[in-house]
């Protein structure tokens, strides 16, 4: 079972456990050393959402577990961090605003979150290859893949367009009213919501709310599902301290105080596409529905990546760049700037794949010069380079190198001609010079090439 499904069915389970309590009304309150309430509820669900990890080998740092030094926490490069029952003073008040939150961290950074609220049935789940997801649960009838399957990516579109901030219902600071008094100055009115828990920051992943600032204590269980959660929706959750992203596994617990907000970004991407780790991506750039574009892709400036895009690892493409629905571009592949792929071209990247032989060593370069256009459904066989300014048809199979400014057709292609630009044929005439119909670019082919001369 995968760690998703894993802290999912723990979260769930440990829900049933708390609202069995929360029910029986008998809560057997204990106030910790630090002054906070403990409930029969918080241990029940620590057990058990324990006895789900514990199958995964990964160690757990939990805010009902025993503490656990620095000098043993630094050798950990993947740990669950665990807050049995996030708000349980709002659990003590009955209002329904609490949460469990798992999160698993890698190198100090969330990459998997779950934050269920048992009182409402609502699920919150994030990776940071699957984006960030909400479903209803019914706890006496469910079933987790069904759960995943049937989820709704946040965040969600929101009617109500005034700027809205959330904050906490037990820890209004006054810097935290200083800030929404400079929102107000910024957005003119402003709606402000308090919450419990790790709800503020559900809300500001599903898109509910535009801001959490929290300028008062917090410790790392209460954000680790939540920063993971809002990060993988296309947020931030930025150290007020450090001015970058909040990290975990510290050497102090205590949080610094942090601000959730929209990551800045100046291109577009719609909110079913999937951007994953490291990824540059340039500005004016659009991403349309169901893209995935995978770690370390360079995607340059005013691209247009269309519906159904697959971008595999470490592809890069160059400045304007028009990739139509449905095509896939493996690694190994460049496309250089102002290159066209039509709807479903195909690229290869092994020359003879197997599904029983791993050829990740085996991948071949394809590089796609300068202004070159590929038609809909054509195949390029990897290794065979397509000439700056070319022009493959709709159906062709590419089988060998693809010469500059040229015309190619046909299973498998030939060359036909020679086209401008512009994509007009080139007539040459007897001093072998052809002239562009629409932008009088005058062209000379010399030794079967072709160059641009004026």
């Known amino acids: 079972m995968s760690n998703l499904k894993i802290a999912i069915e723990a979260a769930l389970q440990a829900g049933k456990a708390i609202l069995k309590i929360y029910h029986s009304g008998d809560f057997d309150i204990e106030i910790k050393g630090d002054n906070s309430p403990l409930t029969k509820a918080d241990k029940a669900s620590h057990n058990i959402i324990i006895s789900y990890l514990e199958s995964t080998g990964i160690s757990v740092l939990s805010e009902e577990g025993k503490a656990i030094a620095y000098e043993e926490r630094k050798e950990w490069n993947q740990l669950w961090i665990i807050d049995p029952i996030d708000g349980t003073k709002e659990f003590i008040k009955r209002n329904g605003e609490f949460t469990v939150n798992i999160a698993l961290i890698e190198n100090q950074k969330p990459i998997l979150g779950v934050i269920f609220v048992p009182a409402k049935g609502e699920l919150y789940f994030s990776t940071k290859e699957m984006g960030a997801f909400k479903v209803g649960v019914d706890l006496e009838l469910f079933d987790v893949d069904a759960l995943i399957h049937r989820a709704s990516k946040i965040p969600f579109e929101r009617d109500e367009k005034t700027f809205t901030i959330v904050a906490s219902r037990s820890h209004m600071s006054s810097e935290t009213q200083d800030y929404v008094q400079q929102m107000k100055d910024k957005h003119g009115e402003v709606n402000l919501i ?100 995978m770690s370390n892709c360079k995607v340059g400036n005013k691209c247009n990546i269309g519906q ?147």
């Open 194 to 293: 308090s919450k419990g828990s790790s709800l503020k920051l559900c809300m500001v992943a599903e898109g509910q709310a535009d801001c959490y600032p929290r300028f008062a204590p917090t410790m790392e269980w209460d954000t680790a599902a939540g920063q993971a959660i809002c990060e993988h929706a296309g947020f931030e959750v930025i150290d007020w301290v450090t001015k970058k992203e909040m990290l975990y596994n510290r050497v102090e617990l205590l949080n610094n105080w942090f601000l959730v907000k929209e990551k800045f970004k100046d291109y577009f991407n719609h909110q079913s596409a999937i951007i994953d780790e490291n990824c540059v991506i340039g500005k004016e750039t659009k991403i349309w529905h169901f893209s995935h574009i």
């Open 308 to 454: 159904n895009v697959v971008i595999s690892p470490n592809v890069i493409l160059g400045d304007n760049v028009k990739v139509q629905n449905n095509v896939s571009i493996y690694t190994g592949v460049i496309c250089e700037d102002d290159v066209f792929l039509g709807p479903s071209m195909v690229f290869t990247n092994v020359i003879n794949p197997r599904s029983a032989v791993n050829r990740r060593n085996d991948y071949v370069s394809t590089i796609v010069k300068n202004g070159a256009s590929i038609g809909a459904n054509a195949t390029i066989v990897c290794g065979n380079n397509i000439g700056k300014f070319s022009l493959i048809g709709a159906g062709a199979v590419i089988t060998k190198e693809v010469l500059d400014y040229s015309l190619v057709v046909g299973n498998p292609a030939k060359q036909i001609g020679w086209v401008s630009e512009y994509g007009y044929r080139l007539n040459f005439n007897d001093q072998g010079i052809g002239k562009c119909i629409e932008s009088n670019q005058e062209y000379l082919i010399k030794n079967n090439r072709v160059k641009r001369i004026k």
